[in-house]
Every structure is written in structure tokens, then in C-alpha cells.
């Protein structure tokens, strides 16, 4: 066979094969349309048939939807770790969370509320219902505590300050008084507000606190009272309930012993608003105990707005 009928019929076997080819990759499409369309009529349940065949996403397990759903608690390094207030701390937010659950058990009926700058006293029913109509538009994702204490006076009440962020995207910072009855801790005085950033002012809480020490050491209750309280104070004592400047002063008036010396120490300060302020420290009258206070800016001075301890 000579080379020109050679190459003519390799040509020939070449078109062909590429004939073949190209029919056999049209059948595969009209195929595939066919199977789509097919697909298509016959609904969900088909198609996701052909996801299986064809690959699909990662199956979502009961681990990882507890972990997107669920909120993170929180510590900072140097925070008091109770397992019971834990727990707690986890059924209130649990609460918040959903639509079934009820506040109701986490309040008594002295418990004290400090929304924002109001103050709601010895109303559980109110406190409740804040916190229903919050939870309505938001949900708490993060929840961090930032500073605990046990009472060493009194193991029954534990202090604590945190913050929590929501899905909205807010930030709030809380100060709570967990009181334990009968082996299960309330929330006994909590205060919540939307909290500020890049707040600087702490030298100011500092000035604060030095003209309450040196207002308690000069022995006059009524100087103390006047010049360091604000005029809708609230002071918590025991349980005992103190409003208006002549009750705490006559309630002070151990203060008024020339003998009497007292110094406060911060633990905890936590600045929430341009006016607002939370606190946790150490008070020192020759024996140790634990205070809580919230400070508030009022006409540009900053004055003690509630004030307890046990």
C-alpha cells in the first residue's frame, strides 16, 4: 500500500472515531437534561437524591448545632468559679433565650432591680416583665463574668459583675447580689445597663470613693450622707431598706465615734455609661466585709446611688 492510500485512510478512521465521540457526549448531555428536568418535576425529595449522589454538605451534628445555638459563659482568669451560681447563671440565660421559661424563679419578693437609671424596689412581677419585653428583640450570645466574690461574712451572698452581648449587636454589663435560700440562689439586687465604649474616667470613681472615706473618717454621718448620696439613694443593709438622707444618717451614726476609722478598697469597676458606674470592693473598720455600689453622675458630680452590703 503506498503512503497516499496509507494516510488517506487514517484520515478516514480518524472522522470517525471523532464522530463517535462527539454523538456519544451529546447522548450524555441529553441525558443529563433529561435527568434534570425529571428532577425538577418530581420534586424535593428527588433532588436531594441526586445532592447524595453527587456530593453534599457536611451533616450538622447535635454537637455542633449546641455550639452555634447555645451562648458561651465566660471567665475572666482571675474569677471565682461556683458551680451552683453557674448553673444559674446558665438557666437565667436559658430564659432569655426562649419563649417558655420564667423569670419568676430567679427573683423574691425584696429583690431589687436598677434598670439603666431607674429603680425598681421589691417588685419581682416588674422585673419580670423587663426582662420578658427585652428578651422580644434580642437574644444573648456571649456572657462573660468578669469579677466574683463570696461573702467570707456571710457565705450566702456572692457578688458579681459581667457583661453579655446579643444578637443585635449590643453590649450590656450587669451587677448582681445572688442570695441563696434554702439552697437555691436569687438574684437578689440586679442592676443592667447598655454599656459605653471607651470610657476613661476611672481616676473620677477613684476621687469619689476618697471623699466617701474621708467624709466617713471626719465622724459625721449627716456631712457623709449629704455630701456622697444622691437624693433617690438606696442602701441595702442586711435586708434592711434605707431611703432619704435622715434614716441613713441616723443609721450611720456609729460613724460619729471619734474612735470610728473606716477606708474602702475596690476590687472591681466597671464603667457602663459616660454616668453610670458599677463596683465590688472591700470595706475596713477594723474587721473586713464586701460592698456593693453603684455610682451615678448627676449635674456633672458623681454620687452614690445604691450602696449595700451584709
Same mark, same amino acid.
Given at each position: 500500500m503506498s503512503n497516499r =492510500? #496509507? +494516510?488517506r485512510l487514517l484520515m478516514i478512521i480518524s472522522v470517525i472515531m471523532l464522530f463517535g465521540c462527539s454523538q456519544r457526549d451529546n447522548d450524555a448531555s441529553e441525558n443529563e437534561s433529561d435527568t434534570s428536568t425529571v428532577l425538577k418535576d418530581v420534586g424535593n425529595d428527588k433532588?436531594?437524591?441526586?445532592n447524595e449522589n453527587s456530593g453534599k454538605e457536611p451533616e450538622i451534628t447535635e454537637e455542633i448545632k449546641q455550639d452555634i445555638l447555645e451562648p458561651r459563659l465566660i471567665y475572666n482568669s482571675d474569677t471565682m468559679v461556683l458551680p451552683e451560681i453557674d448553673t444559674r447563671n446558665k438557666e437565667w440565660i436559658e430564659t432569655f433565650n426562649s419563649t417558655e421559661g420564667s423569670f419568676g424563679e430567679f427573683y423574691t419578693s425584696t429583690s431589687l432591680f436598677f434598670p439603666e437609671k431607674e429603680c *425598681?424596689? /421589691?417588685?419581682? %412581677?416588674?422585673i419580670i416583665n423587663y426582662y420578658k419585653d427585652m428578651a422580644k428583640s434580642s437574644k444573648i /450570645?456571649? +456572657?462573660?463574668? @468578669?469579677? =466574683?466574690?463570696?461573702l467570707e461574712e456571710n457565705s450566702s451572698v456572692t457578688y458579681e459583675i459581667g457583661h453579655f452581648s446579643t444578637n443585635g449587636g449590643d453590649e450590656y454589663q450587669y451587677l448582681v447580689a445572688w442570695l441563696n @435560700? %434554702?439552697? *437555691?440562689w436569687f438574684r437578689e *439586687? %440586679?442592676?443592667i445597663a447598655k454599656k459605653e465604649? /471607651? #470610657?476613661n474616667y476611672e481616676s473620677e470613681i477613684d476621687s469619689i470613693r476618697e471623699t466617701w472615706i474621708r467624709l466617713a473618717n471626719e465622724h459625721s454621718s449627716v456631712n457623709l450622707v449629704e455630701g456622697v448620696y444622691s437624693e433617690d439613694f438606696v442602701y441595702y443593709g442586711g435586708r434592711r431598706l434605707f431611703q432619704g438622707y435622715e434614716n441613713l444618717a441616723r443609721e450611720y451614726s456609729y460613724m460619729n465615734a471619734e474612735s470610728f476609722t473606716m477606708n474602702l478598697t475596690a476590687d472591681k469597676v466597671a464603667l457602663v455609661q459616660s454616668d453610670l458606674a458599677y463596683e465590688i470592693g472591700e470595706w475596713d473598720v477594723g474587721f473586713t466585709g464586701k460592698y456593693i455600689i453603684i455610682w451615678k453622675k448627676i449635674n456633672n458630680e458623681w454620687k452614690t446611688w445604691l450602696d449595700a452590703n451584709w
Amino acid at each position: 500500500m503506498s503512503n497516499r =492510500r #496509507l +494516510f488517506r485512510l487514517l484520515m478516514i478512521i480518524s472522522v470517525i472515531m471523532l464522530f463517535g465521540c462527539s454523538q456519544r457526549d451529546n447522548d450524555a448531555s441529553e441525558n443529563e437534561s433529561d435527568t434534570s428536568t425529571v428532577l425538577k418535576d418530581v420534586g424535593n425529595d428527588k433532588a436531594m437524591e441526586k445532592n447524595e449522589n453527587s456530593g453534599k454538605e457536611p451533616e450538622i451534628t447535635e454537637e455542633i448545632k449546641q455550639d452555634i445555638l447555645e451562648p458561651r459563659l465566660i471567665y475572666n482568669s482571675d474569677t471565682m468559679v461556683l458551680p451552683e451560681i453557674d448553673t444559674r447563671n446558665k438557666e437565667w440565660i436559658e430564659t432569655f433565650n426562649s419563649t417558655e421559661g420564667s423569670f419568676g424563679e430567679f427573683y423574691t419578693s425584696t429583690s431589687l432591680f436598677f434598670p439603666e437609671k431607674e429603680c *425598681i424596689l /421589691q417588685d419581682s %412581677d416588674a422585673i419580670i416583665n423587663y426582662y420578658k419585653d427585652m428578651a422580644k428583640s434580642s437574644k444573648i /450570645q456571649n +456572657f462573660t463574668v @468578669e469579677h =466574683r466574690v463570696q461573702l467570707e461574712e456571710n457565705s450566702s451572698v456572692t457578688y458579681e459583675i459581667g457583661h453579655f452581648s446579643t444578637n443585635g449587636g449590643d453590649e450590656y454589663q450587669y451587677l448582681v447580689a445572688w442570695l441563696n @435560700e %434554702d439552697g *437555691i440562689w436569687f438574684r437578689e *439586687i %440586679d442592676a443592667i445597663a447598655k454599656k459605653e465604649n /471607651q #470610657l476613661n474616667y476611672e481616676s473620677e470613681i477613684d476621687s469619689i470613693r476618697e471623699t466617701w472615706i474621708r467624709l466617713a473618717n471626719e465622724h459625721s454621718s449627716v456631712n457623709l450622707v449629704e455630701g456622697v448620696y444622691s437624693e433617690d439613694f438606696v442602701y441595702y443593709g442586711g435586708r434592711r431598706l434605707f431611703q432619704g438622707y435622715e434614716n441613713l444618717a441616723r443609721e450611720y451614726s456609729y460613724m460619729n465615734a471619734e474612735s470610728f476609722t473606716m477606708n474602702l478598697t475596690a476590687d472591681k469597676v466597671a464603667l457602663v455609661q459616660s454616668d453610670l458606674a458599677y463596683e465590688i470592693g472591700e470595706w475596713d473598720v477594723g474587721f473586713t466585709g464586701k460592698y456593693i455600689i453603684i455610682w451615678k453622675k448627676i449635674n456633672n458630680e458623681w454620687k452614690t446611688w445604691l450602696d449595700a452590703n451584709w
